[in-house]
């Protein structure tokens, strides 16, 4: 199995490059979080994984490590392709993935495009666990903070504010302050609303 490339990065779109090895140019898919943290036409390692189907083989590249093993664990799961599993890693960090994961946030999971409540139970039910051993993630602190947060999100909801843009502030707010009371997120992101 093809587990890295490095080479001179020759093509790059938001949802493939072709990287020149030796002479050799290979495709690979990727999400828009690798897009956004690729320089421009230098050389480049990217962790792959290859797809192997009946009608196609794919190698999707990944920045780093830990979102190649995400996109592993989301395959994994019966009903969630590589398509869906790429689409899921372009719309959040592997970081917000594996902290939905396990925080059982049915809601932000389903928000992916193609991802509908039952397949977003099913991503939680079987990741879960593997999730927390594998990334080793305090199951304890991420509950208070997804309760805060939700309880943040509700109050600046019922002051008017809309959730998508409350939701993107309120994030960073939690994830530079792991121990915000409801108030303190609520105070912060007045500030930046």
Do not use: W
């Amino acid at each position: 199995m093809i587990t890295q490339i490095r080479g001179r990065l020759v093509e790059k779109s938001p949802t493939e490059v072709v990287i020149d090895c030796n002479g050799v140019g290979y495709l690979l898919h990727i999400s828009l979080n690798t897009f956004s943290s690729l320089p421009t036409n230098e050389n480049v390692i990217l962790y792959t994984h290859l797809s192997i189907r009946e009608d196609a083989h794919t190698l999707f590249g990944f920045i780093n490590k830990t979102e190649r093993e995400v996109f592993k664990l989301l395959i994994s799961v019966s009903g969630v392709g590589p398509s869906i599993a790429r689409t899921m890693c372009s719309s959040m960090t592997s970081e917000e993935i594996q902290n939905a994961i396990a925080s059982e946030n049915v809601a932000l999971i389903q928000s992916v495009k193609g991802i509908g409540a039952k397949t977003a139970q099913r991503v939680i039910v079987d990741l879960k666990d593997k999730i927390l051993k594998t990334f080793d993630i305090d199951e304890v602190s991420i509950s208070t903070n997804n309760t805060n947060k939700d309880e943040a999100l509700s109050a600046l909801e019922v002051l008017g504010f809309q959730r998508k843009q409350s939701e993107k502030i309120v994030n960073s707010i939690v994830k530079e302050n792991q121990d915000a009371s409801v108030e303190k997120i609520i105070k912060l992101a007045l500030k930046n609303l």
